[in-house]
């Protein structure tokens, strides 16, 4: 599985702008023989607060997209902005009205769309996106794909139930400067305590008064980096072995151990919670 992250300096809600640089990485994928680009959190507008003038825009973002995948002949992994559907508000009329989204598209085709499960309140985002309520997993040739979106990383519990069927997963981020060691960290520890590939991308550049300064990487399953690290705008490639992923289960079988049921009970007991 040959990955290459589109490490994008997003121009600040310039879509157009935003389409045709993207499209210089499908350009470049092509030459290198991905299989999936994967792009930045809110890959066309950057980590922007203005859903009301954002939201709407959001089919002709996933049409763009899927376009560039028929096109390329590239699955793509992206981010967007996306009103909560009306039958979710109509049940729950005190959510938010916009969830931050991410899509897997290949061949012209959504085969994933996941809601961000955790908006990041420090960041004000809490207040304008809704959080999603649902793990999302697909299939790629018997490989089992998850993803997650930037904050997501700090919170491993949706990690371990999306590596129950997931083999790589996908966390597209704009995390800021000031904090990218940490994301480094987790995006490895991730990987170790899952036994996946993880698949981390950043933005470069600057995006309504913050910085950013990339990052991106894949980690393997045991911790390992397997890209260098940059801070430039650029496309960044590397192939993984699934077989890895197999062969390490079978020899360090870490989540045989895992003890799923004592966990919530001992949550539930923390919290005061009936057992039943």
């Known amino acids: 599985m040959k990955i290459g992250l589109a490490q994008m300096n997003i121009s600040w809600e310039d879509i157009e702008k935003n389409m045709d640089k993207a499209e210089t990485f499908f350009v470049k994928g092509r030459e290198k023989g991905l299989d999936f680009l994967v792009f930045p959190e809110m890959t066309l507008t950057g980590f922007s607060m203005n859903a009301d003038r954002l939201g709407p825009c959001w089919q002709s973002q996933v049409n763009f997209f899927k376009d560039m995948t028929r096109k390329y002949g590239i699955g793509a992994v992206f981010g967007y902005i996306m009103p909560v559907p009306d039958q979710l508000l109509e049940l729950h009329p005190d959510w938010n009205r916009y969830h931050n989204r991410l899509a897997v598209a290949i061949d012209g085709e959504l085969r994933l769309s996941y809601a961000k499960i955790h908006p990041f309140s ?133 989540k045989a151990d895992r003890r799923e049921d004592l966990y919530i009970r001992l949550w539930k007991k923390r919290k005061g919670l009936p057992e039943k």
């Not at 649902?134 to 999306?162: H, K, N």
């Not at 990052?215 to 801070?231: K, V």
């Open 122 to 254: 420090y960041g004000r985002e809490a207040g304008i996106y809704q959080g999603g309520e649902s793990i999302e997993t697909m299939d790629w040739q018997g490989i089992g794909l998850g993803a997650f979106i930037c904050y997501d990383l700090r919170f491993p519990e949706i990690f371990q139930i999306s590596s129950l069927k997931s083999q790589v997963i996908f966390v597209i981020s704009n995390w800021p400067q000031e904090r990218v060691d940490q994301m480094d960290r987790l995006l490895a520890a991730r990987a170790i305590e899952n036994q996946i590939y993880i698949v981390g991308v950043n933005r470069v550049g600057e995006g309504d008064g913050l910085l950013y300064k990339g990052h991106s990487a894949i980690y393997g399953p045991e911790g390992d980096r397997l890209t260098g690290i940059s801070e430039q705008e650029a496309l960044i490639v590397a192939d993984l072995d699934l077989a890895r992923i197999d062969r390490l289960r079978a020899g360090f079988p870490l």
